[in-house]
């Protein structure tokens, strides 16, 4: 049963050699073979390493040696993320068997903390989707209803964490792909500030906004998770030189006096009233803590899910470019010259959301259309960020709901309207380049309900402080029943 543990409590144990890590990752791996046939988290699992990593943090434990906060605790990685001679496919056709030649700034980072990488998890090809149903490989299932999605686009390392099959897990967020996915499964998932994780060996979907992050089933797990990978990084030009913070040590619980705006443009026509009464109870519990609630406007909320329709596809067409058939992955058999092996090739391997996105992006970066789409689309994102700099001059964090509804059956027909809007409270962070983090809220019929804290820039210890406190006083780690 030590799969119900979170990954805290699991180091706490192994310091304190009530456990070995061999047993940690034997359980783990116990687990995930009863559960995996039902719920399709993984697309690549990696027993005997992860074993061979364990007893070497066993030889550590027994010769004395100080164990660092993450060492010998199982962790899954989006596959999205690449690793070194390991399968790194974003679940599509394109790059089925591709293997990883070096690994992303992230993984280097957990390997010299001592965490153990178990596998690669499901999620929507080139992350493009809210329900992992895009991956050309397989569905995933949210543990809580076998029949349900565990939303997307990181939907396999939510899955995975909700349902014991590891503690902690890494997701990639660009609209929403973490947040929504742990709002969905009842986790704790956080989207950093643009800059403040390395994207180095992140597969690009749209750079501007992709931004990788710890999921887990604690806040406090989730702060120690972003203790490791977070920092500058030379390797991507987008990372910042911001000092990193110990993010464990704003967990105190108190939030007295803490200012959290409410902004009243996602109290939308459309979001469930169940949603509305679990996010308004929040708010409550937040003010019973001692902070002080503010009601905010973020007037041009609105247009966020349109611009961001316009930047990520746009960014995405420019960045798919590279799947051509020369360089990486997937080629067609049969061509009849350089264009037609091109075409061929990346008619087959893309699915058809990733083909759409090309074509919408391809279109609204055309000389004709630029300057309707794409530009205006560059000014509305401004306008975005300036709401929010004008809020956070009044509030020290913002709280909203983090999705319209609870998790959806797969077998739904939604259109892709329906599916654009499921990210309408994740999308306005990433537009303005800001940390996000959902935290479980409540259930409706016994499904999970997450509540968003959008913090300032950098800041993201505020916003663990605030998650946690609230963690602490209100919320009950529960596990499905699966
Ligand atoms: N659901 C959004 C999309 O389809 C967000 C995806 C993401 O964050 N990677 O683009």
Request: a negative charge.
């Amino acid at each position: 049963m030590l799969y119900k543990h979170t990954a805290t409590e699991l180091s706490k144990m192994l310091k304190n050699k009530e456990v070995t890590a061999t047993e940690i990752i034997t359980d783990i791996f116990n687990r995930i073979e009863e559960t995996e046939e039902r719920l399709g988290s993984f697309l690549l699992l990696k027993k005997e390493s992860a074993l061979e990593k364990a007893k070497i943090v066993d030889e550590k434990i027994a010769n004395g040696e100080e164990l660092l906060p993450l060492e010998g605790i199982p962790i899954a990685l989006k596959d999205n993320m690449v690793s070194k001679g390991d399968l790194t496919s974003a679940a599509s056709k394109m790059l089925a068997n591709y293997e990883g030649i070096y690994d992303a700034t992230v993984v280097k980072k957990l390997e010299d903390a001592g965490a153990i990488i178990i596998g690669k998890t499901n999620m929507d090809e080139f992350a493009m989707g809210s329900t992992t149903k895009t991956s050309y490989v397989k569905e995933s299932k949210n543990p809580w209803d076998l029949e349900r999605t565990p939303g997307g686009s990181s939907g396999g390392s939510a899955s995975a964490v909700a349902g014991g099959q590891v503690p902690i897990s890494l997701g990639s967020d660009t609209g929403g792909s973490i947040r929504q996915p742990a709002a969905f499964c009842g986790i704790v998932g956080l989207k950093p500030t643009y800059g403040r994780v390395s994207r180095y060996g992140l597969m690009a979907f749209a750079s501007s906004l992709d931004q990788i992050g710890p999921m887990g089933k604690s806040v406090e797990d989730v702060a120690k998770l972003l203790n490791v990978i977070a920092g500058y990084d030379e390797m991507d030009a987008t990372s910042m030189e911001v000092e990193v913070p110990d993010y464990t040590a704003s967990l105190d619980g108190n939030i007295k006096g803490m200012k959290i705006g409410v902004p009243k443009e996602y109290f939308i026509e459309g979001l469930d009233e169940n949603i509305k009464k679990v996010t308004e109870d929040a708010i409550e519990n937040y003010r019973k803590l001692g902070a002080e609630i503010v009601p905010i406007s973020l007037k041009n909320t609105e247009f966020a899910p349109a611009t961001y329709y316009i930047l990520a596809p746009a960014e995405a067409s420019s960045n798919l470019a590279r799947f051509d058939g020369v360089r990486y992955g997937y080629r067609a058999d049969n061509y009849d010259g350089i264009m037609d092996m091109y075409v061929k090739t990346r008619s087959q391997g893309f699915g058809s959301e990733v083909k759409k996105r090309i074509m919408i992006g391809t279109y609204v970066l055309s000389a004709g259309y630029y300057d309707a789409y794409y530009r205006k689309a560059q000014k509305v994102r401004q306008l975005i960020k300036n709401d929010f700099d004008n809020a956070f001059k009044k509030v020290d964090v913002i709280l909203t709901p983090a999705t319209p509804g609870t998790s959806f059956k797969l077998t739904d027909k939604k259109t892709p309207v329906e599916l654009y809007l499921e990210d309408i409270f994740t999308i306005p962070a990433n537009l303005a380049g800001i940390p996000g983090l959902v935290i479980p809220a409540g259930k409706v019929d016994n499904l999970p309900v997450g509540i968003q804290l959008i913090g300032k820039a950098f800041d993201e210890a505020t916003l663990l402080k605030a998650g946690d406190a609230y963690e602490k006083a209100y919320t009950k780690m529960e596990m499905p029943k699966l």
